[in-house]
């Protein structure tokens, strides 16, 4: 019977210089490197498979950045500084953590990775070396168990609270709503002024159709984290929006008149809209908690103050 061998979990990606560095850093002594250090030192886990790329062309740099990406673990070999492998690192950084970066003992690091673990090494030395592979195999152990552990200044900067990416999503959250109040505030708007027509048995009501942009998008990018009841609420509203605008084309204007006057949409909208100025309110709060923002207290009157302007006129 033929015997098949049980592929390895996780694929390591070494980055490292391939091409002669130094004078002592020939293309074969990384050659080797990679070979007999390097390579059976990582498989030493059983469940870690080792790889690099020997030769860089054009036709396989989307491949290392595809392995840069994907790899569950990449070690860098920063010995010699060597540029293409710094890039490639700047690569992993911007995507993903668990980097294991390394570099011969004698070497400094740059000032900016040097708040970050490296292991150093010195191959002339046996009980450093020793000492490297204990930790360097703990350093393998801890990607496997903890994958979420930052180790990426890119990363880190990005995505921690305060930091720019929060701070992004809290303004594309604000404006969004600031857009939704608008659009539901002027959709009031323009049912009282329908019914105040019908009361005045005068024509004009389909000058003005509902928005619903603002609405759908909500709707679409669930970009708030709210109850899953505000998202059905804002999926009927929006389907009795759509549902009032086609009416204008279909029906009569005496049915639409008989449907504005059956409807009791204003008290539905404004319970709707005191909701999601609680929400506006609640992401403002939160973006004053922000370490990296200034939010100034009176720079201009709160949305939801003159939403409830417009509510009262």
Same mark, same amino acid.
């Given at each position: ?18 091409s002669k560095s130094s004078n002592e850093h020939t ?80 070497? @400094? ?91 005045? @048995? @005068? ?105 409830? @302007?417009?509510?009262?006129?």
């Open positions: 019977m033929k015997a098949y061998l049980k592929e390895k979990e996780y694929q390591c990606f070494v980055i490292m210089p391939f293309e074969d002594y990384w050659t080797n490197h990679f070979i007999n250090l390097l390579k059976p030192l990582i498989e030493t886990n059983p469940e870690i498979s080792a790889h690099r790329v020997d030769v860089l062309h054009e036709d396989n740099l989307n491949q290392i950045i595809t392995n840069l990406i994907i790899s569950p673990i990449v070690v860098a070999e920063l010995t010699d500084y060597n540029p293409k492998v710094f890039w490639e690192l700047g690569v992993r950084q911007s995507f993903k953590h668990n980097t294991i970066t390394i570099i011969e003992e004698v070497q @400094k690091l740059p000032f900016d990775i040097s708040s970050k673990a490296t292991l150093f090494y010195n191959p002339r030395d046996k009980s450093n070396m020793d000492n490297f592979k204990n930790c360097f195999n703990s350093a393998l152990i801890d990607c496997i168990n903890n994958p979420e552990n930052t180790d990426s200044h890119v990363l880190e900067t990005i995505f921690r609270r305060g930091t720019l990416y929060e701070i992004l999503q809290y303004e594309n959250s604000k404006r969004r709503l600031e857009a939704l109040l608008y659009e539901l505030q002027r959709n009031l708007r323009i049912w009282n002024r329908m019914v105040h027509l019908i009361d005045l @048995k @005068k024509g004009g009501m389909h000058a003005r159709f509902f928005r619903t942009a603002a609405l759908e998008l909500l709707i679409t990018n669930r970009y708030l984290d709210i109850p899953t009841e505000y998202y059905i609420a804002s999926e009927l509203l929006f389907s009795f929006f759509y549902q009032m605008n086609n009416s204008f084309f279909l029906n009569t204007q005496y049915e639409v008149r008989g449907y504005l006057k059956a409807v009791e949409l204003p008290k539905r909208l404004k319970k709707y809209i005191e909701k999601i100025e609680v929400v506006y309110s609640n992401i403002c709060l939160k973006a004053k908690s922000f370490p990296n923002i200034n939010i100034e207290e009176n720079s201009k009157p709160s949305m939801a103050k003159v939403f409830r @302007k417009f509510l009262e006129s």
